[in-house]
């Protein structure tokens, strides 16, 4: 049974930092890109940072480049979002989701990260 779940959400104050965390189960982890999307309220759901498969490569949305940073540990099979300076437009649910060509896509419940004074 595949499973992700993801932890580490919260209320945080503009410039703080939070870090997210999806556990993985049910598949081969290391062979699958792990990304984080999130959702903000009225919003379509975008892709905020990529680790692809065997963590060889990230990429991030530009907006969070230089203060976000996705990690994973393949043994551990978990992924990680460390989020620093945080801003209010930064406010969503993060969903972390798992991909491989020709195999199906597995998502997350979702964390909630508030960004607010």
């Known amino acids: 049974q595949v499973q992700l779940v993801e932890s580490g959400g919260g209320l945080v104050q503009p410039g703080g930092s939070l870090r997210l965390s999806c556990a993985a189960s049910g598949f081969t982890f290391s062979s699958y890109a792990m990304r984080w999307y999130r959702q903000a309220p009225g919003k379509e759901r975008e892709l905020v940072a990529v680790?692809?498969?065997?963590?060889?490569?990230?990429n991030y949305k530009d907006s969070v480049k230089g203060r976000f940073t996705i990690s994973r540990d393949n043994a551990a099979n978990t992924m990680y979002l460390q989020m620093n300076s945080l801003k209010p437009e930064d406010t969503a649910v993060y969903y972390c989701?798992?991909?491989?060509?020709?195999?199906?896509?597995?998502w997350g419940q979702g964390t909630q990260v508030i960004v607010s004074s």
């Open positions: 989701n798992a991909n491989r060509p020709l195999h199906e896509d597995y």
């Open positions: 680790s692809t498969s065997f963590g060889r490569n990230t």
